[in-house]
């Protein structure tokens, strides 16, 4: 037999408040204290625990939010139904919930409600914590947002930063860029969710972080190096996939004379010195317009003979680290230099007649998808060379190579990301390096470039005995392929792909 009905409170003085006084009201409140303490524990855990972690943003400022909007929104449906209820029955005592410890029955409940209340916060935290953790994993960002970061994520594990965290380059400390990130994080999500992203991905990010705010956090912009021994290994594109090499010093100096004297490479970073360009386009490929000012604080602007404004002022960019090394966590290989690469290592076996121009040609075939793309790799080279030792091994390397390098479904390769580094491929330092880039009021200055051995001496270049000719003065290039008309820069034929 039920308790008898609670007596009746006094009908003259019902207070508002009596509203939210129902199990669903209640259970609105739990919910949205459940995710408010969720949210203040991310939160905490965001701030406090140095490692960072991007996605812990949409845990806490997404998820933990929509929680405590459920939570609302069932509060209010209940006080609603309340209301209703009052309403439709002014006379009839509210069905409110009224608790006395007194009765058995009203104890019980109120076990039962403390008991899930209570498990249901511990939940939220344990749930939390553990989601944290998911998160930081890369499993989570294998399967979150694989497909859309995939030849980000890819890249940058074979890169020289595969131990950086994504947001020591792309966030780095102090509240201003961590709120910045956040919001560019919630759209990022909203473009995820709603498939509105760009295939590929666009590049340059134009609101990255200056420089001097992460790359120099680890690297020090005044360390004098001198100069780097670097050997390219190259193969032709001809039947026996010739070699030639070309070793070379690349003069990179310093941005101190603590340290050895300022200049080389690295002279444009410089503390010294600032250089400030303007590009034309958005991919920053065509810069007709640069200016740099001394110590002493003398200004030159050097202009391309074609481009005789002044520049927009906030177009106007400061160079830094990126402005050349502009890949140093996501490259992506030119098809020409994987495959070159392989070919140097012994991972393709040069015998396989005219291998080079063949694995070349079928990584820069187009593809619907990796899986398309790695099927019709592996029957060409298996119809090309049946038989042939060296077969599967030129199937696995070709395979892989197309895997570390190119993303159909994103539409991301070398071609859509320039490497600022060099100048064989893309415009590079030619971009400014390009004996057309005039001092204004003094033509006969130009940006430093007549000369190849303002950035390097070749050593020694060639194949097989022809690399025991060292000269430490420098040789001239030997064009593999043929004299350089005039007035023709590198990328002009060489692409990254069969040349
Ligand atoms: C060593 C620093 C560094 C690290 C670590 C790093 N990035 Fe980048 N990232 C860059 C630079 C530099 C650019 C290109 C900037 C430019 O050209 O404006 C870039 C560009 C990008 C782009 C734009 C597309 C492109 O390739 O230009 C995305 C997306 C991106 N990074 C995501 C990530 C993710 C995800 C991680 C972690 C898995 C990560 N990055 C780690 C430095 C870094
Ligand atoms: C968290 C520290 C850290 C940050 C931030 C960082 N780097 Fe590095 N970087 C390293 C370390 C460590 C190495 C050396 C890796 C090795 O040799 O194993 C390195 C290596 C390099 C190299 C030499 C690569 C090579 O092929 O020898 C370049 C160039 C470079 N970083 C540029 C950058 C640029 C540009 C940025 C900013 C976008 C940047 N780094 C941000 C730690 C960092
Ligand atoms: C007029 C077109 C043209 C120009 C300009 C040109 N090259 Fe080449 N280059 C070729 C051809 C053709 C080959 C031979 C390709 C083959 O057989 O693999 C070649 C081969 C090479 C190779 C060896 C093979 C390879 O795939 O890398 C290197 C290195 C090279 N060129 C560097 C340069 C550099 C550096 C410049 C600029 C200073 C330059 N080239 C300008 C056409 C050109
Ligand atoms: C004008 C273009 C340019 C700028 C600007 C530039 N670098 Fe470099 N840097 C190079 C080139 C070219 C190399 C050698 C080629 C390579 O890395 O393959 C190099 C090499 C390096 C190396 C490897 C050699 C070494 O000293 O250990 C590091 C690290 C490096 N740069 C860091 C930086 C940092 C940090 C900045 C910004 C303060 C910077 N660079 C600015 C062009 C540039
Ligand atoms: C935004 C334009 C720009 C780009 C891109 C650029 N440079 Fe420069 N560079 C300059 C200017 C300007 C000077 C100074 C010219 C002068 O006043 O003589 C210079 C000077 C130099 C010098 C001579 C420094 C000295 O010792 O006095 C070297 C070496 C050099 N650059 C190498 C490179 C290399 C390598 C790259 C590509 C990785 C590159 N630059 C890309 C603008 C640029
Ligand atoms: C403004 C500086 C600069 C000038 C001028 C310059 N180079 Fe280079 N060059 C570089 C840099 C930097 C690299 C290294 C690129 C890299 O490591 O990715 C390079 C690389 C090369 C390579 C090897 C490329 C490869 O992938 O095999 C060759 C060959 C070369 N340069 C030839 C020349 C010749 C020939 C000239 C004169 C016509 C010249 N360079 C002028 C900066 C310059």
Redesign the pocket.
């Known amino acids: 037999m039920p308790d008898p009905l609670p007596p009746t409170p006094d009908p003259a003085s019902p207070s508002r408040h009596a509203l939210w006084r129902n199990w669903i009201s209640l259970t609105g409140v739990i919910i949205g204290g459940g995710s408010l303490f969720a949210f203040l524990f991310l939160f905490a855990i965001d701030l406090f625990s140095g490692s960072h972690n991007p996605y812990i943003g949409i845990l806490s400022y997404v998820v933990a939010p929509a929680f405590l909007i459920f939570g609302l929104v069932v509060f209010v449906v209940g006080a609603w139904i309340q209301h209703r209820q009052l309403k439709r029955y002014p006379d009839a005592p509210p069905a409110r919930l009224y608790i006395d410890f007194e009765r058995p029955h009203d104890r019980k409940v109120m076990i039962y409600f403390g008991a899930g209340a209570m498990a249901f916060l511990l939940l939220t935290a344990m749930g939390s914590y553990q989601t944290y953790h998911v998160t930081e994993s890369v499993e989570f960002c294998g399967q979150v947002c694989h497909k859309v970061m995939k030849p980000e994520f890819v890249t940058y594990q074979r890169g020289v930063h595969a131990r950086v965290a994504c947001v020591e380059c792309h966030i780095g400390s102090g509240a201003k860029w961590y709120v910045k990130s956040k919001l560019s994080g919630s759209y990022q999500l909203y473009s995820v969710a709603f498939n509105k992203y760009s295939r590929p991905i666009g590049t340059p990010v134009h609101n990255l972080r200056p420089a001097q705010d992460t790359c120099e956090k680890c690297h020090w912009p005044e360390k004098y190096t001198g100069n780097l021994d670097r050997t390219y290994a190259h193969y032709l594109a001809d039947e026996a996939s010739t070699p030639h090499t070309v070793r070379m010093l690349l ?1 990179i ?1 310093g941005g101190s004379d603590l340290h050895g004297p300022v ?3 690295h ?2 970073t410089s503390a010294a010195n600032k ?1 400030e ?1 303007f590009a034309s386009d958005p991919q920053r490929q065509r ?1 007709p317009w ?1 200016r ?1 000012t001394s110590f002493q604080g003398k200004t ?1 602007v ?1 202009r391309s003979p074609d481009y005789q404004d002044e520049p927009p002022a906030d177009q106007i960019r400061r ?1 830094d680290c990126i ?2 090394h502009n890949r140093p966590a996501h490259r992506y290989q030119t098809p020409n230099a994987a495959v070159d690469q392989a070919l140097e290592l012994g991972r393709l076996d040069a015998k396989l007649p005219a291998i080079k121009r063949q694995a070349v040609e079928l990584l820069t075939s187009t593809y619907a998808s990796e899986n398309e793309a790695i099927a019709k790799i592996t029957a060409s080279l298996r119809e090309e060379y049946a038989g042939r030792p060296g077969l599967d091994q030129a199937v696995t390397t070709t395979s892989e190579i197309y895997r570390a390098n190119f993303f159909p479904e994103m539409k991301a390769d070398w071609s859509k990301y320039p490497d ?4 064989k491929d893309f415009p ?2 030619f ?3 390009d004996n057309q ?1 005039e001092a204004v009021g003094d033509p006969s ?1 130009m ?2 470039a007549s000369d190849c051995t ?2 390097h001496s070749i050593v020694t270049q060639g194949k097989g005995e022809e690399l025991a000719n060292f000269s430490l003065k420098g040789l001239s290039f030997q064009h593999p392929g043929g004299d350089i008309p005039d007035g023709v820069i590198c990328n002009d034929c060489h692409n990254g792909k069969n040349q």
Request: charged letters at 10%; hydrophobic letters at 30%; glycine letters at 16%.
């Open positions: 003069h100096g200049g080389g490479i002279w444009h250089v360009y810069i640069v740099v030159t050097y160079m402005d050349c600022n580094k060099g100048h590079g330092c971009r400014c390096h880039h200055r940006i430093a303002t950035c």
